[in-house]
């Protein structure tokens, strides 16, 4: 079974939409950590956020906001008016258990295509 | 900043050949990893490394494949028999305890030929 599943594969917008990126994951601990990273053209994988279990507060981050709910094991992420630059492949990870150095489980990722 | 960073961008080998991918990790990190991405799929954890040994690895980590803090900055991946299906991108993370975010290079292309 997958642990984290982003069932988007790819996503096209035009400037200035709003899209919003899916992650579903699944886990039996009750302490994990949700990550985003966006990966650019360039390939390299860049860190946008972590939330852990405890903390379901959501939070907006200039045109970026994430919606975390347990109840339905979602980690959502949000672009507002989203740019040209925002065109990447976006993966979400999950990290198990309460140590701070476990793996991280990497979704399939969604290729978000920003047109101007 | 501070950044991981890998060396080299790009390593071309032919199958069988002994490669070794090299990566710098954040200087005051603990705690380093490797992961794989095949090309247009996920990245797949290989393995984890703490206090000078492997933590974890996955099953693909198998005998062909070792790890290596050489000179307690440098952090290696040696494949020693490349093969076909050992093409990918190899990013190299580095973390620390407190903040549990792991900083990844900007990645080392293998092409198996």
């Known amino acids: 079974a997958q642990k984290v599943t982003q069932a988007q594969t790819e996503i096209s917008v035009v400037e200035k939409e709003d899209v919003t990126l899916d992650c579903v994951y699944e886990?039996?601990?009750?302490?994990?950590?949700l990550f985003w990273y966006k990966q650019p053209p360039s390939g390299e994988l860049v860190f946008l956020i972590r939330r852990n279990s405890f903390d379901e507060q959501n939070e907006i981050s200039g045109r970026y906001s994430w919606n975390f709910q347990k109840s339905t094991s979602s980690f959502n992420f949000t672009i507002t008016a989203s740019q040209v630059v925002d065109s990447a492949v976006y993966f979400c990870?999950?990290?198990?258990?309460?140590?701070?150095?476990?793996?991280?489980?990497f979704g399939s990722g969604t290729k978000l295509n920003v047109k101007p | 900043e501070p950044e991981v960073t890998q060396t080299p961008s790009h390593q071309v080998t032919q199958m069988g050949q002994e490669v070794i991918l090299r990566c710098v990790p954040i200087?005051?990190?603990?705690?380093f990893y490797w992961y794989r991405q095949i090309l247009g799929q996920k990245v797949e954890f290989l393995v984890s490394f703490y206090n000078n040994e492997i933590s974890e690895k996955s099953e693909i980590f198998d005998d062909q494949f070792s790890v290596e803090r050489p000179d307690g900055s440098n952090f290696t991946l040696k494949i020693r028999s490349t093969k076909l299906e050992d093409s990918a991108m190899y990013f190299c993370?580095?973390?620390?305890?407190?903040?549990?975010?792991?900083?990844f290079g900007a990645g080392t292309r293998l092409s198996v030929l």
């Open positions: 990870a999950l990290s198990e258990g309460v140590y701070n150095f476990n793996k991280f489980y």
């Open positions: 886990t039996r601990d009750t302490t994990y950590y």
């Open positions: 200087s005051n990190h603990l705690y």
């Open positions: 993370a580095s973390g620390d305890r407190a903040e549990n975010i792991q900083y």
